[in-house]
C-alpha cells in the first residue's frame, strides 16, 4: 500500500487482536501519517484517516452521538422519503426504453439527501441529472454555454461541486508523491486543490456560525424544515450540540471535517451498494419477487416509510446483507499498529506494520459461506447465519474501534430507498452480459451503469401477458 509492506490476512480466526473493541488496543489507526492526507487536514481531525488517537476518540464520540438520538434517525426516514419522492417524480418522466445511468441517479439521490439530512441545504443534484437528460450540454463545469450563463449558481449547488473538487482533491493528494507536487505540470493543480479547501473551510464555517446564532434563537425540538419557529434537527445541529462546552477554539474544525467525512464516506458506499443490488435482483427475478412482496405486506402500496417498519424488513435485509457480502465497497480494511512489536497469526511483526484484512476473499471462502459465487440471501434470512459462521467472516462494515460509525445509518437509509424505488419501479438491465462496472479509488466505487426504469404496474402487465 503506497509503498509501504502490507501485510494481508484472510483468515477471520487472525483478527481478534485487530478488531478488537478495546479503547487501549494496539490497533487504534488504519494508516500511516501521509504527507497528502496533512494537506487536507485529515491527519488529526475527523475520523477515516485521523492518526492523532486522542483526538480520534473525541471527534469519533461526536460522530456517534450525532447519529444516534431518536429525533435524528426519524428525521433521516422523513428526509430519504422526501428525496424519494422527487426521484419517483423524474423517474415517472422517463420515456418509455430510455437507458439512464443508475451510477448518476443514484450519486445525486445520495447527495441531496446527504445534504437535507446534514444541514438542510438543498443541492439540487437529482434536477441537474435530470436537466443533463434533457439538455445534454448543459454543465455547470464549464461556462461556454449560453444556457448556462442563465442559471445562476445556488450556494447549495456551489457548496456541492467544492465538495465534489475536495473529493477529487483526496484522490489526487494521497495518491500522487509529494515529491512531485513541485513539478510544473502538477503544481497548478495542487494549488487549484489548496484554493477549495480554504473556500470549501470557508463555506462550512459560515454555515456552522448561522446554525449556531439560529439555535440561540430558536426553540429546540424535532423539525424538519426551517419555515417553524424550531430549530431544524439535523446531523449539523447534534453535532454543534455534542461538542458544545466540551471545545473551543478547535469545535469548528471538528464539525467542519466531521461533516465532510459524513458526505465523503456516505455517499460513494451506499451509491455502490444500491447498484450492486439492482443488478443482483435484476439477475434474479425471484429474489426480487419475494423482496417486493415483503414491502407490499409491511407497507402497503403507498405509504411513506417509518423507522418502525425497518426491522419488519427482514427479506430486504437478508438482500442487503447478500449483496454486500459479495461486492464488499471496502473489500480491504486496514489496521496500522504502534511503534511495539506485536505478534499476530503466529508471527512477530516490527512495530509500525500495515495490516490488510481481505473482507473480499473471506465473505467468498466456501467454509463459511457454501457455494459463494451463488446469490443467495436466505444465507441471511433462515436460521440464525451468526451461529453458522466464525466470528469476522462477514464484516462489510469492519470491527472494533474503527468499525463503521454509519451502519445503522446506511442499512436504514437503503432500506428505505429500496421500499420507496421498489413499489414503483423495476430495472431491466441494459447490458445483461455487462458485469458491474467496478473501478477501485478510495474504495471500491461502481462507474457507469445503465439500466431500463420499468413502472412496476406495465412489467406485471408485461409479465402476465408473458
Ligand atoms: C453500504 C454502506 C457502507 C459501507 C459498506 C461502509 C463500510 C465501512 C468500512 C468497512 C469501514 C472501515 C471499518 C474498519 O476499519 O473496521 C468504514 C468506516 C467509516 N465509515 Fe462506513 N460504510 C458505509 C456507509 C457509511 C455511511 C453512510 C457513513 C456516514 C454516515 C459512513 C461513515 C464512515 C466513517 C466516518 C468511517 C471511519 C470510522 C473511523 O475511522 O473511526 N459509512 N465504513
Not at 32 to 58: C, R
Request: charged fraction near 25%; proline fraction near 7%.
Amino acid at each position: 500500500m503506497f509503498g509501504y509492506r502490507t501485510i494481508v490476512l484472510a483468515n477471520p480466526k487472525d483478527l481478534k487482536d485487530l478488531f478488537s473493541p478495546k479503547v487501549d488496543s494496539p490497533f487504534l489507526r488504519r494508516i500511516p501519517p501521509f504527507k497528502g492526507i496533512k494537506a487536507l487536514g485529515m491527519e488529526s481531525d475527523g475520523l477515516l484517516f485521523n492518526n492523532d488517537v486522542p483526538k480520534w476518540k473525541n471527534n469519533r464520540k461526536y460522530f456517534s452521538q450525532s447519529l444516534s438520538p431518536p429525533s435524528f434517525i426519524k428525521l433521516s426516514a422523513i428526509y430519504t422519503n422526501q428525496a424519494c419522492e422527487e426521484l419517483v417524480g423524474y423517474w415517472n418522466d422517463l420515456k418509455q426504453n430510455e437507458i439512464v445511468k443508475l451510477d448518476e441517479w443514484f450519486r445525486s439521490f445520495t447527495s441531496d439527501m446527504m445534504g437535507l439530512v446534514v444541514s438542510g441545504i438543498k443541492e439540487n443534484s437529482m434536477q441537474l441529472t435530470n436537466d443533463k437528460r434533457i439538455k445534454p450540454k448543459y454543465s455547470l463545469k464549464s461556462k461556454e454555454n449560453e444556457e448556462e450563463k442563465e442559471h445562476e449558481i445556488t450556494s447549495g449547488e456551489r457548496y456541492r461541486n467544492l465538495r465534489s473538487e475536495y473529493s477529487d482533491a483526496l484522490g489526487f493528494l494521497v495518491f500522487v508523491p509529494p515529491f512531485l507536487w513541485n513539478f510544473p505540470i502538477i503544481k497548478p493543480k495542487v494549488e487549484h486543490y489548496k484554493n477549495v479547501l480554504k473556500e470549501l473551510g470557508n463555506f462550512e464555517l459560515e454555515l456552522i456560525e448561522k446554525r449556531k446564532n439560529t439555535m440561540k434563537q430558536r426553540q429546540p425540538g424535532i423539525n424538519s424544515d426551517n419555515s417553524s419557529g424550531k430549530i431544524r434537527d439535523d446531523f449539523l445541529t447534534m453535532l454543534i450540540k455534542s461538542t458544545e462546552n466540551e471545545m473551543s477554539t478547535e469545535d469548528a474544525d471538528v464539525i467542519k471535517q466531521n461533516i465532510r467525512e459524513m458526505f465523503g464516506a456516505g455517499i460513494a458506499t451506499t451509491t455502490s451498494t444500491l447498484c450492486a443490488i439492482v443488478h443482483c435482483l435484476a439477475k434474479h427475478p425471484e429474489v426480487e419477487k419475494r423482496m417486493v412482496d415483503e414491502l407490499f405486506q409491511v407497507l402497503g402500496p403507498d405509504r411513506d416509510v417509518r423507522v418502525e417498519d425497518f426491522d419488519q424488513l427482514k427479506f430486504t435485509e437478508a438482500i442487503i446483507n447478500e449483496t454486500i457480502r459479495l461486492n464488499p465497497v471496502v473489500p480491504l480494511v486496514h489496521r496500522y499498529s504502534t511503534d511495539t512489536e506485536l505478534e499476530i497469526a503466529g508471527h512477530r511483526f516490527p512495530p509500525n506494520t500495515i495490516f490488510g484484512i481481505n473482507l473480499a476473499h473471506i465473505q467468498r471462502n466456501p467454509k463459511y459461506f457454501p457455494n459463494p459465487e451463488k446469490f443467495d440471501p436466505d444465507r441471511f434470512y433462515t436460521g440464525d447465519w451468526k451461529k453458522r459462521s466464525p466470528q469476522y467472516a462477514f464484516s462489510p462494515f469492519g470491527h472494533g474501534m474503527r468499525s463503521c460509525p454509519g451502519k445503522h445509518f446506511a442499512m436504514a437509509e437503503i432500506k428505505a430507498i429500496l421500499a420507496n424505488i421498489y413499489r414503483k419501479f423495476t430495472f431491466k438491465l441494459a447490458y445483461p452480459n455487462k458485469p458491474l462496472p467496478w473501478r477501485y479509488t478510495v474504495v471500491n466505487e461502481i462507474g457507469t451503469f445503465e439500466v431500463y426504469v420499468v413502472p412496476r404496474e406495465k412489467s406485471i402487465l408485461s409479465n402476465s401477458a408473458a
